[in-house]
């Protein structure tokens, strides 16, 4: 019993790291197709993904003062920001209801769910790579 | 005392086999179990999903009198909707919602009844990981179901397309996670490891037995080869000696002539030489079904099976005795030896009482080929 909860709970663990690596993932093709930087300074509001050590990934986990790209939903965040950095929302409902996210990436139903907002995209004249048209609303 | 030994060894190897066989089909047994009950459970849930949306068809149909527009346009209809279908949502069925396509082909909640975070609003795009499945509704206009199995359990969707004017309008989405199958595989589990590892251990078993069965073979028969001429040695000759049929057996005797003086003129690594030739002579002109054994110290004992004709046996005597005398044995480069033989044959050894007697009239004919000259064959007629 103990044994198949330690192998539970490792796989858990494993799985758990699966997870954070392809959000840190995503986040990275994300950042790189907004900007054209080799190494973007990202904010993420989860700080158990900014203790990434993938070397292939080039982003560096900054403050959000300090940062060009801010993975956000609070308000208070980006007001101070003074549209300084690119915002992208962490829900569906700060992506609506922010005027400044350039689009949302959010887990639901298990599954991640990456927005662009045409319109936002268009206003900061970003020009996004073709494989990212079917993100775009 | 040798053919029943060998029974036993055959069986010592055949029972491990058998009993792995029997494990092994045991543990095959038990993995069409687990495929079996997987496939009842995926049924059992492609069932219940299966009802749940024809319930909730019917749920969307009666609230909005089978109009769909009326989801899009009334927000009171369509709050409604979702708290009727949030009843429906269990640990089982973890999300319960419908999606419609957009004019840019774009899957958008219509309604959603699953609460929290994981909750689409009205309009929210929707990023189906399975779209094929999802493209197949749509074509195929009829409801689709698809599962995988991990480690945490069974995950499947249940697509139901609402079909008006024989068009995709939206299709019901059911996302269900059971962990029925993995309870099941747990309880499984112990045994399927415990059969496991006893077809390992048999394996293992069988392997060490069949290492010890050819170590114990190689051995025996080292112990009955003479390591000079390759020939049997004596201890053959007696492991051997009760399963003689003496009526069917010749027996023959040889002895080197005048050995001693070879051994005393160049020496004893010569002697060896010759006797390895001797050896070597004896078995090209015997048979394979004759046995040569290495009697003594330059003496040799032939039993030489026959059907009826004993003159074949004379044939190989002499045979023996001209291919040893016709040419020297080549020592080193510098020396060769000619050496003859005298052989004494016991053609009658049905006569004899037993081995022992047989081999000594045998013995006693080498005795008279000696003494009449050596270089000779003498034979019992």
Redesign the interface.
Known sequence: MKIILIVFFLILSLHSKDVSELKVEILSAISHSLMHKDKINIYVDDPTLSKNKNKNIKLSFVEYKNADIVFTSDVNIVKSLDNKAIVFATTYYAYAHLPHAVGAFFWQKGRPNIIFSEKRLKELSIKLPNKFDKYIE | MVKKYFSIQYLFILIPIIFVLIVMSLYLQSDLAINKSKQEIYNIEKNRSSKLSSKILKIINEETSSDLNRLFLNNAIRDRVEKLLAMYVSQEFK?IYIVYIDK?G?YRYLLDA?FG??R??FG????P?LSELWKNVIVSKKPAYSSKQD??GLWATHLTPIVEQNKVKAIIAL?ISTTEYTKFS?IL?PFDSFLKILIIVSIIIIFTIFLLTYLFYKLQKQSIIDPLTKLYNRLYLNSVGKHIKLQKTAIMMLDIDYFKKVNDSYGHDAGDVVLASVAKKILIATRLDDKVIRYGGEEFLILIKYKNNKNEIVEIAKRIKESISKEKIRVDKDLSIQVTISIGVNINTDKNKGLSDAIKTADNMLYLAKNNGRNRIEINL
């Open positions: 999300y840019k774009f699953t975070a994981d689409g609003e929210q795009k929707f990023s990981m480690a945490f996302d747990k589990s």
